[in-house]
């Protein structure tokens, strides 16, 4: 991975920043400067209480001019391959030197003065005598000012087979009247606050998803060692294009459904994950048949391909990360593999860690970890 340190270094005296903000980007240069630029014109920023870290997962074309002089106090990571928003994510935050990451997609508006708040927001936490929770969604609205899902509720197998009667935008997000502020199960990765101690906890966000899905991962993750999930509205940005509310292209609707199935592989064993998997094998035959019939070859191929990820979980061989995204690009070209697909990677390696901070604010020594469970991994706390 490429590295552009510009302002890495922090001349002597300077502050350590509080807050690191992390965006990952996939050929969406444009809503980064327009981020990044609105970031940097801040004075919080200006007084170095936090930095900015963007992270390029192989986007198409060119770096934008403005991203080859950059102040002290952004840095760009270029990754050679896409990994996914996790991958993006962890190369973020082990690079970060704040003891808060906050997490924002490209396509979200920040208001000026917005982050001013969120450090205020930060103190607020600190002084908790319980400790900080581990992650905070903020609010979400569309461009025309109406609240948009961004809470959620763990899924379950009663839950996901209810979901398929109602419509996709309703689905994954729980009903904006029925959420108060305080203890969610899970927010959602477009603008999310995170603690890097919860972070070091449980070892960053789960790779092994490409897209989707992380999020509820990471939060599940995060309360089973103790790190409460929060959801605080007072706080909120417009984000602009929500999944729920475009269409789903046969590539998108691969990686999709692979992040169920791995979700339900990894936290829900056993006889939901069976069922699920049963569900979604049916539902792979008869809609790839129905698009087969309607000459919607490019939909036909996508439900071959999820047969074929649906075969490699049968097999406790799943496919992960960036082969989820090749197997979709695949199925997008007509390369339609056989059942089972790309075998899938054993999780062994070393996988490096970001700075380690307490629940305190103080900071532990940075580590790395070697994990191989087939089924999830998680890292113990060291602090």
């Not at 200006?46 to 403005?66: K, L």
């Not at 939060?219 to 089973?224: I, L």
């Not at 074929?308 to 979980?313: D, K, L, P, T």
Request: charged share 25%.
């Amino acid at each position: 991975m490429k590295a552009t340190n510009l302002g890495d270094h922090l001349p002597p005296g300077a502050p350590v920043p509080t807050l690191a903000v992390v965006l990952v980007n996939y050929n969406s240069w444009p809503d980064v400067d327009r981020v990044v630029g609105g970031l940097v014109d801040e004075p919080e920023f200006r007084a170095g209480r936090f930095q900015v870290v963007v992270v390029d997962n192989a986007s198409r074309g060119p770096i934008p001019d403005r991203f080859t002089s950059l102040p002290q106090g952004v840095r760009l990571l270029s990754r050679p391959d896409n990994g996914g928003f996790a991958a993006g994510v962890n190369a973020g935050w082990r690079v970060a030197r704040g003891r808060w990451l906050l997490i924002l997609n490209p396509d979200v508006e920040v208001e000026r003065g917005w982050i001013g708040q969120v450090l205020g927001r930060i103190a607020e936490y600190d002084r908790r005598p319980e400790g900080p929770p581990g992650i905070v969604g903020f609010g979400l609205r569309n461009p025309d000012g109406s609240t948009q899902g961004s809470v959620g509720v763990f899924p379950s197998l009663g839950r996901t087979i209810r979901e398929q009667f109602i419509p996709r935008s309703r689905r994954k997000y729980q009903a904006g009247w029925r959420i108060r502020p305080g203890r969610v199960d899970w927010v959602t990765g477009a603008c999310m606050l995170v603690h890097s101690g919860m972070m070091s906890a449980v070892g960053g966000m789960d790779e092994d998803f490409f897209l989707y899905h992380e999020e509820v991962a990471l939060s599940r993750s995060a309360q089973d060692l103790g790190w409460p999930v929060e959801y605080d509205p007072g706080l909120g940005v417009v984000h602009r294009h929500p999944l729920q509310d475009r269409a789903v292209s046969p590539k998108m609707r691969v990686i999709l459904r692979h992040s169920k199935l791995l979700y339900f592989w990894k936290h829900l064993p056993g006889r939901p994950f069976r069922a699920i998997l049963g569900i979604v094998a049916a539902e792979a035959a008869i809609r790839g048949a129905a698009a087969a019939m309607l000459g919607r070859t490019p939909e036909a191929r996508a439900w071959r391909t999820i047969r074929s990820i649906v075969g490699g979980f049968r097999r406790g061989n799943p496919v992960r990360g960036r082969d989820v995204l090749r197997l979709a690009e695949d199925a997008e070209s007509g390369d339609v593999p056989a059942d089972g697909g790309i075998p899938g990677r054993e999780m062994t390696g070393r996988h490096e860690a970001g700075p380690e901070w307490r629940k305190d604010g103080s900071a532990c020594r940075a580590t790395t970890i070697s994990s191989a469970s087939a089924s999830s991994w998680r890292r113990p706390p060291s602090c």
